[in-house]
């Protein structure tokens, strides 16, 4: 049972989000206090009634929290949990899905444009106060996104975005979900998984928004990467180990495919070590696609609307509240 507002600790975990500072403008009257490392979180994590937190996240932090009842995760990915070991404990946890598919949408067609328009040789000729000559050959002249096949795998919130920017720019869009029988959902066309390998030698970009599950780590690998396009180009914004990063490498080195944008990688940070800082046809962002000025008040609507739904319940623990994004 979680404690009632004037007896509630919430703990906010984070290196970098404001949560606090946005979270004290509410004027809640709720008391909190903030943290910004994993060895500040366990020490005071046995004051928390309620955490909101996203990477810091140990589930032997767990054996810190004796008050622990919620955990609100910043984000939409929720992996770093054990599930079982929170339902063991009676630890309710809830994600933040959707609060920042618009922004990762955007910043999936900001990689394609970057990499349509030459935008990475634009910024390296101004660095060196070069102005390039018009390009003869058709093969590496800028290109236009209208026209081009994109194939979206991954048809949720941010797939549906997307979708929606992508065919505003007169491309087509073909769309595989884990249940296509659940709508198309903004895509021309929609498919299942088990037609990936057959659809992928149509696409012009391969743009990946889906969840990291059993089923979708290491899917861009080896095989998909050969049945794709030598012109084609791969977007990823979904979670780094659903590509095959090695056989990503070797692909780009061997011009199998023609560019890559990458706002995540198999580890974050990218190791200096990567080959794939060096490859003059990937685009890499820090992971930053969710990244924009309002996330810490969109995480906290769903924070304030599942502490609600909580409350409500009160004490009728045979018929737990069904929360906002719901995870355990």
Not at 49 to 63: C, Q, R, T
Not at 303 to 311: A, S, V, Y
Request: with cysteine; net charge neutral; aromatic share 4%.
């Amino acid at each position: 049972m979680l404690p009632d507002k004037d007896h509630l600790t919430l703990c906010f975990a984070h290196a970098a989000y404001r949560l606090a500072d946005r979270f004290a403008l509410r004027g809640t009257g709720i008391r909190h206090f903030e943290v910004r490392s994993f060895d500040a979180l366990q020490e005071r994590l046995n004051e928390a009634d309620v955490l909101v937190v996203s990477g810091l996240w140990k589930n032997e932090l767990l054996d810190h929290a004796p008050k622990l009842r919620f955990i609100q995760s910043i984000s939409a990915g929720t992996d770093q949990f054990s599930k079982a070991l929170l339902s063991e404990r009676r630890v309710r946890l809830a994600s933040a899905s959707g609060v920042n598919a618009r922004a990762v949408a955007e910043h999936a067609i900001a990689l394609m444009l970057a990499l349509s328009r030459r935008l990475l040789e634009a910024r390296d000729n101004q660095h060196k106060h070069h102005w390039r000559g018009m390009i003869g050959d058709l093969s590496r002249r800028e290109d236009e996104l209208g026209g081009k096949t994109v194939l979206v795998i991954g048809m949720g919130t941010i797939g549906h975005h997307f979708s929606t920017l992508a065919r505003a720019f007169g491309m087509q869009v073909i769309g595989i979900r884990r249940n296509p029988d659940q709508g198309a959902n903004g895509a021309d066309s929609i498919h299942g998984i088990d037609r990936m390998m057959a659809l992928l030698p149509q696409a012009d970009y391969v743009v990946l928004t889906c969840a990291l599950t059993p089923d979708t780590e290491g899917l861009i690998g080896q095989a998909a990467l050969a049945a794709m396009k030598p012109q084609a180009r791969l977007i990823n914004v979904a979670r780094g180990r659903v590509v095959d990063e090695p056989a990503l490498i070797a692909a780009m080195q061997a011009g199998q495919i023609d560019a890559a944008g990458l706002d995540v990688c198999v580890e974050e940070p990218l190791p200096a070590t990567s080959s794939l800082w060096d490859l003059p046809n990937v685009l890499i962002t820090p992971h930053s696609a969710g990244e924009t000025r309002r996330y810490e008040d969109n995480v906290l609507d769903v924070l304030m609307d599942n502490l609600d739904l909580l409350w409500k319940s009160g004490t009728n623990q045979s018929v737990p509240a069904r929360l906002r994004n719901q995870i355990v």
